[in-house]
Nanobody, 114 residues
Framework: QVQLVESGGGLVQPGGSLRLSCAASGFTFSMYAMEWYRQAPGKERELVAEISSASGWTYYADSVKGRFTISRDNAKNTMYLQMNSLKPEDTAVYYC???????WGQGTQVTVSS
């Protein structure tokens, strides 16, 4: 069955960096665009970044543009989110999703605090 497993979250100080990973299985990963979402406490889940199947196209929310980089390795069935210059407002649970198939991962917590 389809599985998406996020990892790499944690506690980081403002200005720090983290790299999230999303390991996919159960479908032909290389055929599908992938997305990162986040949900902060008391807020709606929001789209952070998206990448096309062959990495030829990416999208970023204005709030993360210039700080976050989405990438993927189709040989490893894995998507990444490199997060730099982290701010307290980036604190959230981060999820990966296959938009075409509608599957979500379980999420990984990112906390930015001094």
């Amino acid at each position: 069955q389809v599985q998406l497993v996020e990892s790499g979250g944690g506690l980081v100080q403002p200005g720090g960096s983290l790299r999230l990973s999303c390991a996919a299985s159960g479908f032909t990963f290389s055929m599908y665009a992938m997305e990162w979402y986040r949900q902060a406490p008391g807020k709606e889940r929001e789209l952070v970044a998206e990448i096309s199947s062959a990495s030829g196209w990416t999208y970023y929310a204005d709030s993360v543009k210039g700080r976050f980089t989405i990438s993927r390795d189709n040989a490893k069935n894995t998507m990444y989110l490199q997060m730099n210059s982290l701010k307290p407002e980036d604190t959230a649970v981060y999820y990966c999703k296959t938009p075409a198939l509608g599957y979500w991962g379980q999420g990984t917590q990112v906390t930015v605090s001094s």
